[in-house]
Every structure is written in structure tokens, then in C-alpha cells.
């Protein structure tokens, strides 16, 4: 009876995410999917994609820049890389959850244990910091090559094996181009 409702469930959280018209609970958690921009949205956190260099997407975490090549390659060799899996909290308002799910250096460049593995740790700083509303993107698709359908059965798993009391809501937005 319990793998069926799982079926029905992911079923139903599949057609949500094409249609986004309604809402699904997955433990005690609401996944609403929107196009709307994370920016506009009345949320706590968002979690924002990267990879182990801090490198992908529209802001990279690196700081710094740097005005020679030489001097860039040198920097490039000194940096620590993060371990895919893993969350870094940035302080802002609202917080901002990166995400390393990508390194560009193992081939796939996005595996879905590192998916898992950074969902737990987002979950437990949404406990830690009592953030209630986080936006986020179907984690891994962007430049992954995992479904939208096996990310969305990934989250819904997690959510209802851990019945997380926080966040009481996740908005999934679609990720914009570059």
C-alpha cells in the first residue's frame, strides 16, 4: 500500500510540475512549482546551484578578480575545491543555500547521491535557521544530465522518509538562461 501511494504521489508531483497549477505535500512539506522569478518570491532562503570550483551559473561565489592570466592560472591552483554534496550558507536577506552538486572535472559532471546528499544538508539548515519558505530550482538539471522526474522522486523520497517540520514550503522555480 505504502509503494503505491509513493506512485501516486510521484504521478501526481510529475503532472504538477507540467501544468504548475496546484500544490503537492511530500511529508509536511508544500512543493509549489512556479515561473516565477526567486527574486519576487516572499521566501526565507533560496538555494542556488554550483559546482566544486565555484564557478557555474549567473554569480559565481569567487570574489575576486584577478587582472592577469598567470596570476588567474595561480589562483585557480591554490583554491580548495568543495566537496559535491555539500551547502555553503551565505548570510543575506533572504539566505542563500549553494548547492555543490557539479564538478566539472568527474564525468557525470552531476550525480544523483551528490543530489541527496545536498538536499539533506539544505533541510538541515532550513532547521537550523528556522526557514519556514525556500525557493529552489529541480537541482541537478540545469547542466546535469538527470530528469526533472527523478529529481522531483529524490526530493519527494526525502521529504517523506525524514518528515522535515521545516521548510513548511518549497517553491521549485524554473532556472533562467545565463
Not at 126 to 142: N, Q, R
Not at 154 to 174: E, M, T
Amino acid at each position: 500500500m505504502l509503494y503505491s501511494w509513493f506512485q501516486a504521489g510521484y504521478a501526481l508531483c510529475k503532472m504538477l510540475y507540467k501544468t504548475r497549477q496546484l500544490d503537492r505535500i511530500a511529508g509536511n512539506t508544500i512543493i509549489q512549482f512556479t515561473a516565477v522569478d526567486p527574486a519576487r518570491l516572499k521566501v526565507d532562503a533560496v538555494v542556488e546551484e554550483q559546482d566544486t570550483n565555484l564557478l557555474l551559473g549567473k554569480a559565481p561565489v569567487i570574489m575576486e578578480t584577478v587582472e592577469s592570466f598567470p596570476a588567474l592560472v595561480e589562483q585557480m591552483e591554490q583554491q580548495i575545491r568543495e566537496k559535491p554534496g555539500s551547502v555553503i550558507v551565505k548570510e543575506s536577506k533572504p539566505k542563500r543555500l549553494i548547492a555543490i552538486i557539479y564538478d566539472v572535472e568527474h564525468t557525470p559532471i552531476c550525480e544523483a547521491a551528490w543530489i541527496s546528499e545536498a538536499l539533506l544538508k539544505i533541510f538541515e539548515q532550513c532547521s537550523k535557521y528556522k526557514i519556514s519558505v525556500l525557493a529552489m530550482p529541480l537541482l541537478g538539471t540545469s547542466y546535469g544530465k538527470l530528469t526533472d522526474d527523478h529529481i522531483i522522486q529524490i526530493l519527494q523520497d526525502i521529504l517523506v522518509k525524514n518528515r522535515q517540520k521545516s521548510p513548511k514550503k518549497i517553491f521549485i522555480y524554473q532556472r533562467t538562461e545565463d
